[in-house]
């Protein structure tokens, strides 16, 4: 899948194959951009939220009530300023975090602490370094360097390559997964493995441009990861993917991987953002989908993935995420960025009456 940067809003959610009640609640705080999303206790309301404070370029972090996060204000946030991350030798004048990780599942971390990676970049966007900050959710002390970590892929290039991006888009446990490129714009994943500081490319699609966006640690020590591949060919269609990942299978450590389109048909974009746990069982997934080439509207999504008894994935139940809300129009852009149970977040771009064209977060509950 081509990496873009899309827009979003959950307003009215869609069952596909039946109408259903559903939640929503757009952001009343203007220009807090949603990425990520992790519990931070035993409940689901108690939540790290990961996002930007756009306003500004800042990677931002929120702590508290799912709940109660559309009607917070912006001083619930903790907005990172320009000059952070704090890595030496680096003049950085924008940021942004993805998906983070809790002491809930990483008890490493220690309570009141987080794990988030993302993005840096030094002046010029084009140019995206990735970095991970490990640290208390109101930021380190005399913002230490201690705290931050430079995530560059420049081991997993070759010959005369020279990297153009570097973008972690998720972590969980002990790994960091994400995408790189070189200047040829054909998207290659990674495996970070933290405590090793080891980087190992991924394609167990075998596709020839790939995403590794969600990661989700299971109870025996493997991890599920979620993404999007493309060949490229001449009718341009993406597919979304999961796999099992095994760290201690050295020979083989993929295994399970499921393709899948969106509404189960043939379609120009489905991709996976975001994936977490299930309570029903199986997994729980977020992301974007375009039908064809004449519907010019990129929607989001809700699915799950259920665990087959054998151990492998099984075929997606999908849940469309369209727009219908008092005073909004022209939404033409729509991302599921990060899921949890069945929250999904993201954030939408539309044409407010009397306001014009916006760009809002939103948190929308699926049935």
Known sequence: MKIAQLVTLGISLLWVGGAQAQTY?????????????????TTTDDVVITGTCSQQGEAALYVGSLQAVANSPVTSWTC???????????????STFYGPNTPTFDSSLGAGNVRAVGTYNTGNPKN????????PVTGCLNNSTSCWTQLDATPLLHGDQQLE??????????LVVGNWNTQSKIGHAFIYDISAGTWLDINPTHSLSITAYGI????????????????????????????????????QPFSNLMKYQFNNQKALVSHFDGISVN????????????????????????????????GSLGQATW??????????????LTTGNTVIDNYVLGVFNGVFVGSGRTTRSYVASVP
Request: hydrophobic letters at 30%; zero cysteines.
């Open 25 to 41: 609640a757009p952001f009343q705080a203007p220009g807090m951009f949603v990425t990520g999303i992790r519990s931070n206790s």
């Open 80 to 94: 990172f300023q320009p000059n952070i991350p704090n890595i030496p030798s680096q003049m950085i004048t924008g």
């Open 128 to 135: 995206l370094h990735g970095m991970m900050y490990t640290g």
């Open 165 to 174: 991006n570097t973008v972690p888009h998720s972590t969980m446990g002990n």
């Open 216 to 251: 989700w640690q299971n109870s025996d020590g493997t991890y599920t990861i979620a993404g999007g591949f493309s060949d490229l060919n001449s009718l341009g269609i993406d597919e979304g993917y999961v796999v099992d990942y095994d760290p201690n299978n050295k020979i």
């Open 279 to 310: 309570p029903n069982g199986g997994y729980s997934l977020t992301g974007e989908y375009q039908l064809n080439v004449k519907v010019k509207t990129i929607g989001g999504f809700f699915a799950t993935v259920p665990r087959m008894p054998d």
């Open 319 to 332: 849940t469309a995420i369209n727009f219908t809300y008092p005073g909004i129009k022209e939404v033409k």
